[in-house]
């Protein structure tokens, strides 16, 4: 049986806050991932628009400097760090400095150091917000895909693919002869060695190796290449300190990854991890403002209802497909 965790749409209570806003200062990391016809280039603008609106400042050694004040972990990796002063307010009315880590995947030729410094901001900061591919389930992408040579016995390459549908077409046209699906001429070719995956996954970050998704071609050579690859990152080999987290993951049905992020991570889960999901197909148009809604809503002291209500707003029914209600859900931690 295939294990998942759907997730509430309507959970009780509110964000730790006392724990977030601890020392009048919260860390949050906003996170937009690669996407291979460019879409993520718009929202990579959109959030730093969004920001300089907000009152935040491109200032890195200003937020270098504020965590050091309130004896938080410095960062090590590289990516932008913009402060924002007195832009949110304890249970006491007292003013929070905000420190926010704005990492981006842009051309996706440096994916791989994105995804480091996403991985270092999971467990430096108290809020995460990623948006991006879901990658079939299998966890946040900041570079290409892949692509795929179809080799003759020679060596030679006859035909090359860098998107699954291409490449979907081409198989059921070519399997239609042998009267095979689409994905058993894959299989009998990649055993043949006459269709050659050559991965990119420095900027992978795997959370899920189980494919949810059989019915679709892509899922299938997602998780084949991510498992024949003995370099890919796991979440599951990460070091999370106890203590409180909260973490958005906004890409097509990320609560695929909610039954991993609970049995991989226990130190975090320990500490009162709350996970926030998407439970449908999303749109890249709607990104950035998915992120910077989550951080308005986070700074106002939001209810978990709430926030998922501000969420759907930002992520409206789309006519064309058949999925509706609310776009997100919501999988909270234990208080300790």
Not at 12 to 26: H, M, N, T, V
Not at 81 to 90: C, E, M, Y
Not at 132 to 152: K, M, Q
Not at 293 to 301: I, N, P, V
Request: with cysteine; aromatic share 8%.
């Amino acid at each position: 049986m295939v294990l998942r965790i759907q997730g509430n749409l309507a959970p009780p209570g509110s964000p730790w806050y006392e724990r977030l806003f601890a020392d009048q200062l919260c860390t949050i990391m906003l996170a937009c991932g690669f996407d291979e016809y460019g879409a993520n280039r718009s929202q990579d603008d959109l959030l730093e628009a969004g920001l300089l609106a907000r009152g935040f400042s491109r200032d890195d050694a200003g937020a270098v400097a504020r965590l050091a004040a309130g004896k938080r972990v410095a960062p090590q990796r590289p990516a932008q760090h913009w402060l924002g002063r007195g832009v949110a307010s304890d249970a006491s009315g007292r003013p929070v400095d905000v420190v926010v880590t704005l990492v981006r995947a842009g051309d996706g030729s440096a994916g791989g150091d994105a995804a480091s410094a996403f991985l270092e901001g999971l467990g430096r900061c108290d809020v995460a917000m990623y948006g991006g591919h879901g990658r079939y389930g299998t966890g946040p992408d900041f570079d290409y895909n892949f692509t795929a040579d179809l080799v003759d016995d020679k060596g030679a390459v006859e035909a090359s693919f860098s998107e699954y549908k291409d490449l979907e077409e081409f198989l059921a046209e070519r399997g239609r002869v042998s009267k095979r699906s689409p994905l058993a001429e894959y299989r009998t070719l990649v055993a043949r060695g006459r269709l050659q995956i050559r991965r990119i996954n420095s900027g992978n970050l795997v959370i899920n190796l189980r494919n949810y998704h059989t019915a679709e071609f892509g899922a299938h050579v997602m998780v084949d290449q991510l498992k024949t690859d003995p370099n890919i990152r796991r979440m599951s080999k990460q070091a999370f300190d106890k203590r409180y987290r909260l973490w958005l993951f906004h890409g097509c049905r990320t609560n695929d990854y909610f039954y991993n992020l609970r049995k991989l991570n226990p130190k975090a889960n320990a500490g009162g991890l709350d996970l926030l999901g998407t439970r449908r197909v999303t749109y890249w148009s709607m990104i950035g403002d998915t992120l910077l809604q989550l951080l308005d809503a986070l700074s106002q002291r939001r209810t978990f209802s709430q926030i998922l209500q501000t969420l759907h707003a930002a992520n409206p029914d789309n006519p064309g497909d058949g999925a509706k209600g609310p776009s997100h859900v919501a999988d909270l931690g234990r208080r300790a």
